[in-house]
C-alpha cells in the first residue's frame, strides 16, 4: 500500500501539483526508506534533463509499472484510450513525462474480483476504472462501446462481456457511446436506476451527493427502472432528460445554454467546460469540488439554495467565485485545500 501511496507522491511532487499534506507524507515516506529515496533521486535526476526528455521514459514507467503491479492488456480486452486534464492545467515538456506517470498511476486504480453480476450465472471477474478530480477519462469495452467518465467517477466492468446481457456499474457520471448488439442489451447499474440500451448515446450522471439522478439522451432509446421501484419503467426518446430524487421522477428536455442551442449543459463537462442554469449554489458547489479537487463548506445554509447561471472554462476556482459574488451577495475564505462560503 506505501508504495502504490509513493509512486502517486513521486508524480505529484515533480509535477509540482502536490499540496502540503501530502508532501508531508511523502518526506514521511522516504526518510525512513533507502529504497524509496534511490527512486525518488533517479527519476528526480531525469526530471532535470530539459534536453533529452524521453531517453529514459521507457525504463522508468516500466519500473513504476511493475511497482504498481501493472501487466500489459490483451488487445481484445478493455483499454483505457485517453486521459484528460482540464484546458487551463499548465502543460510544459516535463509535464508530458507527469502526465504518463500519472497514466500509469491512474491505472493503478485498476484492480480484479469476484461479484455475481444479474443476468450471468457464477461469478464475472470485473474490472474498476477510477478518476479523480479535475480529470475525465475514455474507454472502450471490449464490445466497441466508447464511455467518457468524467471527474470523480468509478466505472466497473468486465473484461469480456458473457451471457445475455452487456452490464456495468457506475458511481458518478459518464457520457456512454453504445456499440450496437440486439441480442445482448447493455444495462447501466446505478444507486438511483438501471438504464436497459440495445445501441444509443446517453449521458448518465449519479454522483452520490448529488440531490438528483440524471440521464439524458441524444440517440436511440433507453429504458429507465427505478431502484426504489422496480415495478416503474420509463422509456425515453432522443432529448428527453430524466430526474430522479428518491421515488419520484420526471421526465423534461436536454439544456442549453442559450436559444443558440450550441453548448449542451449535460455534456459540456466532455470538453472541460463548466456550464450551470438556475443550479442551487449547493449543487454547483459539488462540480467545482470535483473539477477543482477543493472542499467547499457553506457556514450560512440560506446561500446553499440560491441559483446561478454561468459558464466557465479556463477560469480558476478563484475567478469562478469572484464572478458569482457580482450576482450574489457572500463572502468566502480560502484556507489550503478548503473553500468556507458565509
Known amino acids: 500500500m506505501e508504495e502504490e501511496i509513493f509512486t502517486e507522491l513521486v508524480a505529484k511532487k515533480l509535477s509540482g501539483e502536490i499540496t502540503p499534506d501530502e508532501l508531508a507524507e511523502f518526506n514521511r515516506l522516504i526518510a525512513g526508506n533507502i529504497s524509496f529515496q534511490k527512486e525518488y533521486e533517479s527519476m528526480r535526476s531525469y526530471w532535470a534533463q530539459d534536453d533529452e526528455p524521453y531517453d529514459n521514459m521507457v525504463g522508468i514507467l516500466k519500473k513504476i509499472k511493475q511497482r504498481a503491479g501493472i501487466t500489459d492488456t490483451d488487445e481484445n480486452t478493455a483499454s483505457v484510450i485517453e486521459i484528460q486534464r482540464p484546458k487551463n492545467s499548465r502543460l510544459r515538456l516535463r509535464s508530458i513525462a507527469a502526465a504518463a506517470i500519472a497514466l500509469i498511476v491512474l491505472s493503478a486504480s485498476f484492480y480484479f474480483f469476484r461479484i455475481n453480476t444479474p443476468g450471468n450465472t457464477g461469478s464475472t471477474r470485473l474490472s474498476e476504472l ?46 456512454f457511446d453504445v456499440a450496437k448488439d440486439h441480442n445482448h442489451p447493455f444495462i447501466v447499474h446505478t444507486n438511483q436506476s438501471d438504464i436497459q440500451v440495445l445501441g444509443t448515446a446517453f449521458d448518465i450522471k449519479s454522483y452520490k ?42 421526465l423534461t428536455k436536454e439544456t442549453y445554454f442559450d436559444d443558440s442551442n450550441t ?74 485545500n478548503n473553500i468556507y462560503i458565509f
Not at 439524458?216 to 430524487?245: C, E, H, M, W, Y
Not at 454547483?284 to 454561468?310: P, W
Request: net charge positive; proline share 3%.
Open 209 to 250: 451527493n448529488d440531490p438528483q439522478f440524471e440521464a439524458t439522451l441524444f440517440r436511440g432509446s433507453i429504458q429507465a427502472t427505478l431502484k426504489d421501484n422496480p415495478a416503474i419503467k420509463v422509456i425515453l426518446k432522443p432529448t428527453d432528460k430524466l430526474l430522479i430524487q428518491h421515488t419520484s421522477y420526471s
Open 130 to 175: 477510477k478518476t479523480k478530480n479535475g480529470s475525465i477519462a475514455k474507454i472502450r469495452l471490449a464490445d466497441g462501446t466508447l464511455v467518457t467518465l468524467n471527474a470523480l467517477s468509478t466505472l466497473t466492468y468486465p473484461k469480456n462481456f458473457t451471457g445475455k446481457t452487456r452490464e456495468v456499474f457506475l458511481n458518478g457520471e459518464a457520457f
Open 263 to 336: 453548448l449542451n449543459i449535460e455534456t459540456a463537462w466532455m470538453n472541460n467546460k463548466l456550464i450551470f442554469k438556475n443550479e442551487p449554489f449547493e449543487q454547483l458547489a459539488n462540480s467545482l469540488e470535483r473539477k477543482y479537487g477543493n472542499n467547499i463548506f457553506f457556514k450560512n445554509d440560506v446561500l446553499k439554495s440560491i441559483k446561478f447561471t454561468g459558464e466557465f472554462e479556463k477560469e480558476d476556482i478563484n475567478q469562478i467565485l469572484l464572478s458569482l459574488q457580482i450576482v450574489t451577495r457572500f463572502n468566502y475564505k480560502i484556507s489550503g
